[in-house]
């Protein structure tokens, strides 16, 4: 008997007359997967495909990678070349580089002398290069000199940072990907691998088939990670601190402890003790909404595993307590001796593709190399490398991003340089953001999209090159540098941000004489220097090497053939007394909640398909064909209740604004709680609140309340949202 067809129908790869393949690495997310990407006879980019021999992503590519070349060609949208205009909202005037960048010097000049330095603010990324970051450091802070100078990573990974450094003395995830083949059981909270970094994911179902072991995903919603969990605990919006302190207190009480680690490595125990006391599973239950069984349950299975490991991304970071959050994740591991063990880890999966990059090197909070403005010594030793005034360095780190922005609106910062961030739709409050860029004496937008929404707020533009059409580092979320290496030249007059950068140092020339090398793997080699002897030691690494061992993670020590795996191995942290530190950690409730008014719980994330503001995303038919337009993932008891059918639109109100959405009808939300991706602009974020986290400034975008309302003239409503979304 035949099963299945009597002839297959074999599936034939198009051949696209691929020459040569250029090395790379994956431009969006921090799962950094090895790229190559094939070029034909007429040197365009025709096809991507996974590095075999890499081993973060052993020849495999999720959905957005595979398509990334069609970037190259996809122009629509990109910026040709520098733009200017007097006022914004008039049409803006094609210049020529020299003008754009002179203009831009004479603005923050003129600013700097009419108001203070720190009255010009630089915003940046997580999504340029390493060697860019470290360059504009140097620029923000030893030249042109302002202290308001942050990145989009306080919308990201600011409560990452926040945590690690309070718990361990500095910044720096301290596992791999390797731990998912040793660990003996994994919590994960607030983070949907499978669809926010495929290949991670794939690298732990990979350790799955050789090796069961348990998977407790903590989400509010029914995500594709929770479908697949062997326990889903659906808590309360913004209440996973109650949770841990919780799961902390039964591991205390039942004595399933490690006393030896905790008394070695930490210090703090009594304080913490005293406090998780009081999260019973009982009294906790009530408020995160896990009922006190499961909550045995999981500390036990948590606690007694042989090893055991926890990861966390934006369910927990974005939140009004995100920084308390990772620090609870990190008490949870160092109770139960889960750190800097091969599968027992505390790792905080990172979002952009160099989200690391900006916080090992940007200067963003600090100095290069994880230093401190705070610690003397620090200064001191980089104004000596760079030749500059060590009193011209800030003692303290200025403001967040999510500080920067309301300081527009009180006018205390009158000019704005943004570099690869589009806070027109990503930061929330829409309507308020969209009043305070009103407000700026002076704005410039470098980016590589000149269709980004933000430009609509601009006096220049300045068209930069995206990662293939230029050369240097990106860190992923295992601290694994990884090497771009222009695979094809910049788009139109577009340049690298890095050349940016270094013209812009070069209009300052009155204020210090500082050294910026014009490549790439110059500034590496410099940042290498500065970090001898550091937690990221780099001295181990090269180009050529970078690119021969597909990625290296830090440290690598000079002389070293491979980076370390793992941190802290020697259960030594990087506070004074080389200890690190358990706290306690109260839970304060300060949300937004669903009141009669606004009766539903409005929460955010992301879809495998799409990056963030989909100025790439959007302009690839295979990934923007599986979500054009704006939608909300609602229960179909709830919509029923109002006369909403799937596939109707909706309006959403919140005490900020409005938003006009499909409905999709789904169990994976409950009757009580709605759910929207970002990715659009004049979406989400107009409706959102945006509680700041007192350590981090980090934003809690996945908490506020709504009301829901039918739309009685659908095709009105259907016609608005496509012209409004299709580029
Ligand atoms: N396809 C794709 N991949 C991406 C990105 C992208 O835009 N598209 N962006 C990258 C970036 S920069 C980032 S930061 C990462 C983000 O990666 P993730 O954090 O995994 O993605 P999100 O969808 O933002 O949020 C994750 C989950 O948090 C849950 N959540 C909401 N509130 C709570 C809460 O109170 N507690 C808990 N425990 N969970 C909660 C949401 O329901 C959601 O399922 O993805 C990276 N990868
Ligand atoms: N409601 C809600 N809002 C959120 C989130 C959420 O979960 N919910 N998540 C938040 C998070 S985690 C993040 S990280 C932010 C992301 O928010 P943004 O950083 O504002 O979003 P992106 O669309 O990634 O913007 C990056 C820009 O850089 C440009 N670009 C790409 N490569 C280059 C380059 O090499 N050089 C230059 N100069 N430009 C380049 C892109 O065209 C794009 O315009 O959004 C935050 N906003
Ligand atoms: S998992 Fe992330 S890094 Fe890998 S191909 Fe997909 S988007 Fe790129
Ligand atoms: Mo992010």
Redesign the pocket.
């Known amino acids: 008997m035949l099963f299945g067809r009597r002839k297959k129908n074999p599936i034939r790869i198009a051949d696209k007359r691929v020459v040569e393949w250029r090395y790379a690495t994956c431009?969006y997310c921090s799962t950094g997967c090895s790229i190559e990407v094939g070029i034909n006879e007429q040197g365009t980019p025709v096809a991507s495909r996974g590095v075999a021999d890499a081993d973060v992503n052993r020849g495999k590519l999720c959905i957005k990678g595979i398509f990334e070349h069609e970037l190259f060609r996809k122009t629509a949208g990109r910026g040709e070349q520098p733009l200017l205009r007097q006022r914004r909202f008039e049409p803006f005037q094609t210049a020529t580089w020299e003008q754009a960048l002179d203009q831009t010097a004479a603005e923050i000049t003129r600013i700097q002398h009419s108001y203070g330095r720190d009255a010009f603010a630089i915003v940046s990324?997580?999504?340029?290069m390493t060697e860019e970051f470290y360059t504009l450091g140097k620029l923000a802070r030893g030249i042109i000199g302002t202290n308001n100078y942050d990145g989009?990573t306080t919308?990201?990974m600011a409560s990452a940072v926040s945590g690690y450094k309070r718990s361990f003395g500095s910044d720096g995830p301290p596992g791999c990907y390797d731990d998912f083949e040793h660990t003996h059981c994994l919590l994960a909270f607030g983070s949907n691998l499978p669809e926010q970094h495929p290949i991670i994911f794939w690298r732990l179902r990979q350790a799955l088939e050789k090796r069961k072991f348990p998977i407790i995903v903590v989400d509010p919603r029914v995500t594709m990670f929770a479908q697949m969990a062997d326990i889903h605990l659906p808590i309360n919006p913004g209440t996973d601190l109650v949770l841990l302190n919780s799961l902390a207190h039964v591991i205390l009480k039942e004595h399933l402890h490690q006393a030896d680690y905790i008394a070695a490595h930490t210090e703090g125990f009594d304080e913490f003790a005293a406090l998780v006391a009081q999260y019973d599973p009982v009294s906790a239950s009530r408020i995160c909404g896990i009922d006190s069984d499961t909550i045995y349950h999981v500390a036990r299975t948590y606690a007694k595993a042989a090893s055991a490991m926890s990861i966390w991304t934006?369910g927990i970071n974005?939140s009004t307590h995100g920084s308390d959050g990772v620090a609870a994740i990190n008490n949870l591991n160092l109770i139960t001796g889960n750190i800097g063990r091969p599968g027992g880890t505390s790792l905080s999966i990172t979002?952009?593709c160099n989200a690391m990059g900006t916080r090992e090197w940007s200067s963003c909070s600090g100095l290069p190399g994880y230093r401190y403005l705070e610690k003397e010594k620090d200064r001191k030793e980089i104004s000596a490398f760079w030749g500059i005034d060590p009193e011209f360095l800030p003692k303290h780190r200025g403001m967040f991003m999510t500080d920067i922005l309301p300081a527009i609106e009180t006018g205390q910062i009158k000019g704005l340089w943004l570099?690869?961030?589009?806070?027109m739709?990503?930061?929330?409050n829409t309507p308020r953001i969209r009043k305070t860029l009103e407000k700026l004496e002076f704005l410039v937008v470098?980016?590589?999209?000149r269709d980004?929404e933000t430009n609509e707020y601009s006096h220049v533009y300045l068209p930069?090159?995206?990662?293939g059409e230029k050369q240097g580092c990106f860190t992923n979320t295992e601290r694994r540098v990884n090497l771009i290496s222009n695979v094809c030249p910049p788009y139109g007059q577009s340049k690298p941000?890095l050349w940016i950068f270094n013209e812009m140092a070069k209009r300052f020339p009155h204020r210090q004489p500082v050294h910026f090398p014009d490549t790439a793997e110059g500034v590496f080699e410099e940042m290498k220097t500065l970090s001898k002897g550091r937690l990221l030691d780099l001295t181990g690494m090269s180009y050529a090497k970078l690119e021969k061992q597909r990625g290296l993670q830090w440290p690598c020590r000079e002389g070293q053939d491979a980076g370390d795996q793992r941190l802290y191995t020697d259960g030594k942290f990087e506070h004074p007394s080389g200890k690190a530190r358990l706290l306690a950690l109260p839970f304060i409730d300060n949300n937004e909640r669903p009141s009669d008014d606004y009766p539903f719980w409005l929460n955010?994330?992301?879809v495998v398909e799409h990056?963030?503001?989909r100025?790439?995303t959007g302009k690839v038919g295979n990934a923007n064909k599986f979500s054009p337009i704006p939608y909300m993932e609602m229960n179909p008891d709830a919509a029923a209740q109002l006369g909403i059918r799937h596939g109707e639109y909706a309006r959403l109100i919140s005490r900020r604004s409005d938003a006009v959405v499909m409905v999709q009808l789904t169990q994976r939300v409950s009757p009580v709680k709605v759910f929207i991706p970002?990715h659009f602009h004049e979406c989400?974020?107009r409706l959102?609140l945006g509680l700041l986290d007192p350590h981090s400034r980090q934003p809690a975008?996945?908490q506020c309340a709504v009301r829901i309302e039918p739309i009685a003239d659908q095709q009105a409503a259907a016609k608005r949202n496509h012209a409004a979304r299709t580029f």
């Open positions: 431009g990324t997580g999504q340029i989009n919308l990201c934006m974005q979002g952009q570099v690869a961030t589009n806070p739709t990503s930061m929330a470098q980016d590589a999209y980004v930069a090159a995206i990662w941000d955010s994330g992301r990056f963030h503001t100025t790439r970002f989400v974020n959102t975008y996945k």
